[in-house]
Structure formats: structure tokens, C-alpha cells
């Protein structure tokens, strides 16, 4: 490794907290992505079950009747 | 099969969600291994660069936030144009998954590129080539963000999106060039802002492993905003509604994403 | 009929309907010298440094009334069902969106551009600059007028499309603002501002070739909604 020790890895002889915010925020960023993608995908899911339910519905509705 | 059946195989949703599904967790598993090797690789076991210091490191990942924006952005137009052509609506739901994330990225090109700027040059924001040419990509994007929203009818908002993506990448070259053209303009050949030129040769192979990481990401991302796509525009079909409800059934979940 | 008989049809109906609309084609030049006369109240009076961000700002300005008028290009074919009509008669689209956009340069930006050289003066942009202005912002506003048609022809069917509009073309404007404007600083330093106008005309015959092709698949779109 090029740093002496891991407190000047994080000093990074004073780019520190430049260096270190850009790389958080990739990870953020790509964080947030795949959140995103889970987050629709549970809303899509819900509104399948949603549509699965309602055919339910309306077929029980005929079984009754019938 | 001729050349056509197979086509028209891959525009089937449902052949796209079952394929996509098995190259999931290798796409996923391999772009994290190359980011966070590479972002490793890059913070510590390599040297600082003889003029910028330890800042340099940040290029491992604004240019593959970057890159990647760009080639979004281009396969986000391929597929508004496949979409227009052949009228395939998968093509449709891929441009409509690309752009968000295309936009994340642009951004975080951007906030990277800025931060990198103030240790370096000591000012937060350089009207440079490529950072304009960058921050003009992101109005690009945000335009079809905003396009897509304003539409009612989906089919009507994936048929003008796929319009303005397309006239946007016809564009994308020539704001480019005009815009390195300006700046040549208004800068002296002595004072070059992005001087990776200067930057070792043998220092940018971290740079390989993030870039290759991050184009899989994309496509991992892109391949998993696609999916809900078709979840949600396929909830009437029996093999959406069999793959949602039977992981019910089963009391487990197939996937975590 | 031929592709250019039916062009100029529509050309001279178009003019015709807007002569009898009246004043509504001058506002984007108000516009124009009211924003103008704005820079000089937000910035100072001092001749020096007006002169000095004339081209830029005259431009800039230029480009912001091309903008409000690109919204009306299509906006009363739209709303008087003319556009359906045109678009269901099996006539060539090609010519006729031309027609219409060239119609619209005639009545937006050509007078732009024959104002300028008023508002130059104002800005205290040294006479150098004069017909580099005016060639400049001509040849310019053509290319703005079809970039600008392509954005109307996108969000006519639209609500709100008035700052959609903006927001979907304006980083389309970017190249011709770069060489229009600098087609007026360099003329302003002395020096030969015929590279850039060529450049401009590359951008008006790419736009008058391509542009047109967009600007129908996007009629067709958002009258077909």
C-alpha cells in the first residue's frame, strides 16, 4: 500500500475529503440505484397482486351466483 | 430458425424477463467484484500522481460514471429506434428503463468532475470541454425524463421519447465538437484543465477494472428497472401473474431484486 | 400537385393567416429589446463592459425569442384541427412541414435578425460587429426555427408543453449559439467571421435535410394521442 499507515489513507495529505466524498457518493449513487430497482419492483408486484385478486373477485362472484 | 423468428423471440417480454433472470446474479456479482476491487486498487495500492497529488485518485471514478452516461445515452437512442422501426414494445420499456439511471450518472459524473476541480485548480467548477459537454448531456437527459412524464397515453410518450432520443443523439457529436471548439477558443494552448495526459500510463489500470464495473452495473440496473417494466405493463398475462403469486405460494422470494 | 407547389401552398397560407392575426408575430421582438434592455439595469451602464458581453448577450437573448416563438408554430394548426386534416390527406409531409417552418423563420427570426443591428446599438456593439450580427442571427434563427419546430411538434398535444418545450430543446441550441456568437466577437476584434457563418449554413442544411423527418414522425405522434 502507499500510505504509511490508514490515517493517511483517509488524510490523503489533505485530499482527503475530497477523494473520500467522491468515491461515497458513487456508492451512493449506486446504492440508490439498485434501491430504485426494488422499490419498483415491489410496487409492481403489489399492483399484479392486485390484479390477481380482482379476477379472483369476480370469478367467486360467479361460482356464487351460478 | 431464420434471423426473424429469433428476432421477434427476443422482443418477446417473457422470453427478455427469463433470460435477463439468469445473467442477474452474474452481472451483479462481477460489476461489484471490478468496482470495489478497483476502487481498492486505485485509493491504496497505487502511487500518487507527481503533479495532483492523491486527487488524481478520483478519476477511477468520474471517467466510468461518465463514459457510461455517454453509452446510455446511445443504447437508450439504439433501442427508441428498434422501438420505432420494428414497433417492438420491449424496446420501449428498455429506453424508458435506461433514462434514470443514464441521468444518475451523468450527474454523478458531474459532481465528481467538480469535486475533483477544487483541490486540483482550486475552483469548484471549470467551464472546460468535456465537464460543459458533460453538464449538456444532463439537460439531454432531463428533457427525456420530463418528455416521458408529460404524456398520458404510454405508447404515445415511448414513441416521442424514442423521437427526441434519437434527434438528441444525432446532436450529442456536434455539441461535442462545437463545444471543444469553444473552449479552444477561449483557452491558451498552455493551460489545460483535465491534464490526464500527464497521469501515468501504468497508474490508469485500476481504471480498467472500475470502467468494466461500472458498464456492468449499468446493465445490471438496466436489466433490473426493465423487468419491473414488464411486471407492471404484463400484470394481465398469466405468466406474470403465475411468477408473482407463485413466489406467494411458496412463501419465498425468488430474488431479492 | 408537385412537392414545391404544395410547399409554396402552405408557405403562403401560412403567411396569409398570420398577417390576418395581426401584432401576434411581433411579440417574441418585444421580447427581444425588452430582455436586451434588461442587461444594462442587471450589469451597469459602463460602455466598456456592455460592449465587451454584447455578442453574447445579443445572442443569448436572440435565443430565448426564438424559443417563446417556437411554441406557436404548430399551436393554431393544432387547435383548429388543420394539422389532423393535414395529416390525413395523403399529401407529402416532407415539403409541407417546411413550408411551415420556413413561414415561422420569415416571421420570427428574420425580423430578429433585421432588428439586431437597433439593439447593437443599444448594447454599445462596436459597428464591426453590425453585419456579423445580422448575417449571423439570420442564418442562426433558420436553424433555431427547425430545432425549435421539432420541440413544438413533440409537446403541441401537451398541456403544459410551453416549458416542456424549453427544457427539450434548448441544449439543442447550444452548437448554433457557440457560432453565432462567436461570429460577432470575432468580427468585433477585427478578424474573419465567414468560417463561422459557413458553419452555421452546415447546421441549416443538416437541420433543413433531417430536422423535417422528425418534426412529421412527431405530428404524427401527438396528433395521433
Known amino acids: 500500500m502507499y500510505f504509511d499507515s490508514i490515517g493517511e489513507l483517509f488524510a490523503m495529505d489533505g485530499h482527503g475529503p475530497y477523494v473520500w466524498f467522491c468515491y461515497g457518493i458513487t456508492a451512493l449513487v449506486l446504492c440508490v440505484i439498485l434501491f430504485e430497482a426494488r422499490r419498483r419492483r415491489l410496487g409492481a408486484e403489489q399492483r399484479v397482486r392486485g390484479v390477481v385478486r380482482r379476477k379472483q373477485a369476480s370469478a367467486n362472484k360467479v361460482k356464487g351466483k351460478g | 430458425m431464420s434471423i426473424w423468428t429469433t428476432f421477434h423471440k427476443w422482443g418477446s417480454p417473457r422470453w427478455f424477463y427469463q433470460f435477463s433472470g439468469r445473467l442477474l446474479p452474474w452481472l451483479g456479482g462481477l460489476s461489484l467484484l471490478l468496482l470495489i476491487g478497483g476502487a481498492v486498487w486505485g485509493l491504496a495500492l497505487v502511487p500518487p500522481d507527481y503533479k495532483q497529488g492523491n486527487s488524481f485518485r478520483i478519476i477511477y471514478v468520474h471517467v466510468p460514471a461518465s463514459a457510461v452516461a455517454m453509452g446510455a445515452y446511445m443504447t437508450m437512442a439504439i433501442a427508441g429506434a428498434i422501438h420505432l422501426i420494428w414497433r417492438m414494445k420491449l424496446a420501449a420499456m428498455v429506453m424508458k428503463a435506461i433514462a434514470p439511471i443514464g441521468a444518475s450518472l451523468t450527474f454523478l459524473a458531474l459532481l465528481t468532475g467538480a469535486v475533483w476541480g477544487k483541490p486540483t485548480w482550486g475552483t469548484w467548477w471549470v467551464w472546460d470541454a468535456r465537464i460543459t459537454s458533460v453538464l449538456i448531456l444532463f439537460f439531454l437527459y432531463l428533457g427525456v425524463i420530463a418528455l416521458h412524464q408529460a404524456f398520458e397515453n404510454r405508447e404515445a410518450a415511448a414513441k416521442a421519447c424514442a423521437v427526441l432520443v434519437i434527434v438528441g443523439a444525432v446532436n450529442i457529436p456536434i455539441i461535442y465538437w462545437s463545444v471543444e471548439w469553444w473552449y479552444s477558443l477561449h483557452q491558451p494552448a498552455s493551460i489545460r484543465f483535465i491534464g490526464e495526459s500527464s497521469i501515468h500510463p501504468s497508474m490508469l489500470r485500476p481504471l480498467m477494472a472500475t470502467m468494466a464495473g461500472m458498464y456492468l452495473f449499468f446493465a445490471w440496473a438496466m436489466l433490473l428497472f426493465t423487468r419491473n417494466e414488464i411486471l407492471d405493463r404484463e400484470r394481465n398475462t398469466r405468466w406474470v401473474q403465475d411468477i408473482v403469486c407463485g413466489d406467494d405460494k411458496n412463501a419465498e422470494s425468488n430474488s431479492v431484486l | ?225
Open chain 3, 1 to 225: 400537385m408537385t412537392l414545391f407547389s404544395l410547399a409554396l401552398a402552405v408557405l403562403r397560407r401560412d403567411l396569409l393567416a398570420a398577417a390576418r392575426r395581426g401584432s401576434e408575430w411581433s411579440n417574441p421582438l418585444v421580447f427581444f429589446v425588452m430582455v436586451c434592455a434588461l442587461f444594462p439595469l442587471g450589469i451597469g451602464p459602463e460602455p466598456q463592459r456592455l460592449a465587451e458581453l454584447a455578442p453574447g448577450i445579443l445572442w443569448v437573448v436572440a435565443l430565448l425569442a426564438s424559443l417563446l416563438a417556437s411554441d406557436t408554430v404548430f399551436r393554431s394548426d393544432y387547435d383548429d384541427a388543420t394539422l389532423e386534416q393535414m395529416l390525413l390527406s395523403h399529401q407529402a409531409l416532407y415539403p409541407q412541414v417546411i413550408a411551415k417552418t420556413l413561414a415561422h423563420w420569415l416571421l420570427s427570426g428574420l425580423p430578429l435578425s433585421l432588428l439586431s443591428p437597433l439593439l447593437g446599438v443599444l448594447l454599445h456593439l462596436p459597428t464591426a460587429g453590425m453585419l456579423a450580427l445580422m448575417a449571423s442571427l439570420a442564418l442562426g434563427s433558420a436553424v433555431l426555427s427547425f430545432i425549435g419546430a421539432i420541440g413544438a411538434a413533440l409537446t403541441v398535444g401537451l398541456r403544459k408543453g410551453g416549458l416542456l418545450l424549453s427544457l427539450i430543446i434548448l441544449p439543442l441550441y447550444i452548437p448554433v449559439l457557440i457560432f453565432g456568437s462567436s461570429a460577432v466577437k470575432t468580427a468585433v476584434d477585427g478578424g474573419p467571421f465567414l468560417p463561422q457563418l459557413a458553419m452555421l449554413g452546415v447546421f441549416f442544411l443538416v437541420a433543413l435535410a433531417l430536422a423535417p423527418l422528425a418534426i412529421a414522425g412527431a405530428l404524427r405522434i401527438s396528433v395521433d394521442q
